[in-house]
């Protein structure tokens, strides 16, 4: 009789459930997680709404931490029991960019809760290379950060941020918080902070935004802070329309960072006549590139906070709500499945 478990299933767009599906068994070079944590992304959120490539049905979930319940025949370094994280990116190896050391842009690339089985589950599959051990001194909950982290390690290591730049950020959600702490932390003279949000703004300033300014009010706000423009400016919203307004920020010579998802159709309007007059630079930012580890190290030595950023705690028994009520997250900041059964 095959054994199953519980999970989040998405059979089609906008279509969720809590399911029992079978317990998932290890590849010869793979490892079974027991998930203690897993994150719910804005990823997540477009793969439930149909507008992220996806193959239905799924589970998805794909910032998790938790702990080695079974490994494969061919695997060594990992154990039953290991507390771990891990980076949900699978790329082949083989092709040409894994060959030039790209491998987020893998020709043949795979993601756990993407493009296969995720982690809104009680098990999720996942091949040996992909795993990193955690301290115990770091909770799940914290460890499970270190996905969204090693995003953002990569997007800063494409903006080559320099001492005493001025930075714009607009969205103070959880990559936002995060992106804001390690500008804070990596030499930036000012990091500003836009969002609609006050409790958002609040927990910005707490964790050593310069400017935390409600986005109703940031024309006049901005001006006075920087009247010629800030060097860096990073969209961590994902809405076109502030994508578009983020140009006018930037200083000449400056960075526009588009690190949030925009819907795959949508088109913004930027005079190309603008780049060339005023030397400015658009950089993209996708996935992660070789940034687990020091997003790890970032967390686990105290550079970055993560718990602020950890509300609500909720079970898995909850996750399709959440999904099905937007409205629901208006106060929430990185909604986070724990697992509480023993």
Not at 75 to 99: L, M, Q, S
Request: charged share 20%; aromatic share 8%; hydrophobic share 45%.
């Amino acid at each position: 009789m095959t054994q199953t478990m519980r999970a989040i299933v998405f059979d089609a767009p906008k279509r969720v459930a809590l399911k029992q599906v079978p317990y998932p068994q290890p590849a010869p070079d793979g490892v079974i997680v027991r998930v203690m944590a897993c994150g719910l992304c804005g990823t997540d959120r477009h793969l439930y709404a149909g507008n992220f490539p996806a193959h239905f049905p799924l589970i998805p979930g794909h910032e998790f931490s938790g702990v080695v319940a079974a490994v494969g025949s061919a695997v060594k370094r990992w154990h039953t029991g290991d507390r771990v994280i891990v980076d949900p990116n699978i790329a082949c190896g083989e092709c040409y960019f894994c060959r030039t050391a790209q491998i987020n842009h893998c020709l043949n690339h795979q993601a756990i809760g993407v493009t296969r089985d995720g982690a809104f589950a009680e098990f999720v599959a996942a091949p040996a290379r992909n795993v990193y051990a955690i301290g115990n001194p770091l909770s799940f909950e914290e460890a499970a950060m270190v996905e969204p982290l090693s995003c953002v390690v990569y997007g800063l290591r494409r903006l080559q941020l320099q001492t005493g730049d001025s930075v714009l950020i607009f969205g103070a959600g959880p990559i936002g918080l995060m992106l804001m702490q390690c500008c804070v932390r990596g030499g930036a003279a000012a990091v500003t902070m836009v969002d609609l949000d006050e409790p958002r703004l609040a927990v910005a300033r707490s964790l050593g935004a310069t400017h935390a300014i409600n986005a109703r009010e940031q024309t006049t706000a901005l001006e006075e802070i920087a009247p010629y423009g800030f060097d860096a400016v990073i969209d961590a919203t994902g809405v076109p329309s502030v994508v578009e307004g983020g140009v006018s920020r930037v200083k000449s010579g400056g960075k526009l960072l588009l690190f949030g998802v925009c819907p795959e159709n949508a088109k913004i309007s930027i005079r190309p006549f603008e780049i060339y007059r005023r030397d400015l630079s658009v950089i993209g930012t996708f996935a992660l590139r070789y940034s687990f580890d020091p997003a790890l190290e970032l967390i686990q030595n105290g550079v970055v906070q993560v718990k602020p950023l950890l509300r609500p705690m909720v079970s898995l028994d909850e996750i399709p709500a959440w999904f099905e009520d937007p409205a629901r997250a208006q106060d929430a900041l990185k909604i986070m499945f724990r697992e509480t059964r023993g």
